[in-house]
């Protein structure tokens, strides 16, 4: 029995979600601010740094507030499916990546965030989820299915990383999401996941080779 052709479907596609740094500084329960930034050591001066130039920047916010107007326009389209590039990792780890410049995180407590929007899911194959280690990784991961939010391109190993995420269209079809990290953006070669040890899925050159493999 074959199935009918599917219908028009509206996706709402957004890179670089990052929730953490000043973002998570303002939201109701906000991450230890401590950063090892050459300029900056301190999250709380991002925030700082906004009031200076646009005014008073209120704290404690409703998950909402971070999208401003996109969340009206998401609302106007209606979109079946929103899928984000998660540039953040939601954990409270301290284990800051040795050798990098910048480290996002967001606490837990704030993922009503990614609800508001709502996000249904987070490709995690990039350069900043393994910012607080390999515990905070894992806690992305929890933190994101405890609120039903899929999330693709890294895992516990490397079956579970590469595993796409199938969101279902009806009558038969489904979307299937794929996720890679390029090397290219500054992921570490040791990030990627193994057959016994959790990571993402490194892509290394953008070549079909290499997304067959």
Same mark, same amino acid.
């Given at each position: 029995m074959s199935c009918s052709e599917p219908e028009p479907v509206t996706i709402f596609l957004a890179g670089d #979600?990052?929730?953490? =740094?000043?973002?998570?500084?303002?939201? *109701? !329960?906000p991450s230890q601010p401590e950063l090892r930034e050459p300029q900056l050591d301190s999250a709380a001066t991002y925030v700082e740094?906004?009031?200076?130039?646009?005014?008073?920047v209120p704290r404690n916010v409703a998950p909402s507030y971070v999208w401003g107007d996109g969340l009206s326009v998401l609302e106007a389209t209606k979109p079946a499916f929103s899928i984000v590039n998660? $540039?953040?990792?939601?954990?409270?780890?301290? $284990?800051? !990546? @040795?050798?990098k410049a910048v480290h996002y995180r967001m606490h837990p407590d704030n993922i009503a965030c990614l609800q508001a929007a709502p996000i249904d899911v987070c490709a995690l194959a990039n350069n900043h989820l393994l910012d607080f280690g390999r515990r905070g990784l894992l806690d992305t991961i929890e933190?994101? =299915?405890?609120?039903?939010?899929?999330? #693709?391109? *890294?895992g516990h190993d490397l079956?579970?990383?590469?595993? @796409?995420?199938?969101?279902?269209l009806?009558?038969?079809?489904?979307?299937? #999401?794929?996720a890679f990290g390029s090397v290219s953006s500054g992921i570490p070669r040791d990030w990627a996941a193994g057959t016994d040890g959790n990571g993402i899925i490194p892509l290394y050159q953008f070549l079909p080779p290499s997304v067959d493999a």
């Open positions: #979600v990052m929730t953490g =740094r000043g973002v998570d500084q303002i939201l *109701a !329960c740094l906004a009031e200076q130039a646009h005014g008073p998660l $540039e953040t990792s939601i954990t409270v780890s301290s $284990e800051f !990546c @040795p050798g933190a994101l =299915r405890r609120v039903g939010i899929k999330s #693709v391109g *890294a079956e579970e990383a590469s595993r @796409p995420v199938r969101l279902e009806g009558h038969g079809w489904g979307l299937l #999401v794929f």
